[in-house]
């Protein structure tokens, strides 16, 4: 079995190298994007299991580019889960409005993100590297 692919979709290049190393040494293969226009090409390119998806991007927001995501019936299966500097009061209730599948707020817990992955996946269990 391959390992799961995991898009992760964040304007700041630090959250993309901490997140996309974190998934990957737990086995996950991860691509990334700094806005959502290539996010679009990446869904299109490698059909992600997974997006963690920032809600504020250049352009086009996380929010905008989930509504989208999940209103088109070739992306709308892909799990989404928004992860945002800004957790103020109704930002939760706002993603999961827009169709995330699940909110984590930042600093990301290290730990944590592995495990939420993996049972937004089924998984059960995080992947380990071999």
Known sequence: M????VLVVDDNPTNLKLIA???????????TAPDAESA?????ATRPALILMDLQLPGMDG?????????APETRDIVIIAVTAYAMK???????AAGCD?????PVDTRALPRIVA???GLGQELTST
């Open 2 to 5: 391959s390992a799961p692919v």
């Open 90 to 96: 109704g930002d939760e209730e706002r993603a999961r």
């Open 63 to 71: 929010l905008e580019l989930t509504k989208r995501l999940k209103a």
């Open 21 to 31: 190393y974190l998934l990957q040494a737990k086995g996950y293969e991860v691509r």
């Open 102 to 106: 699940g909110y984590i707020p930042k």
């Open 40 to 44: 679009l090409e990446q869904v299109r």
């Open 119 to 121: 049972q937004h996946l």
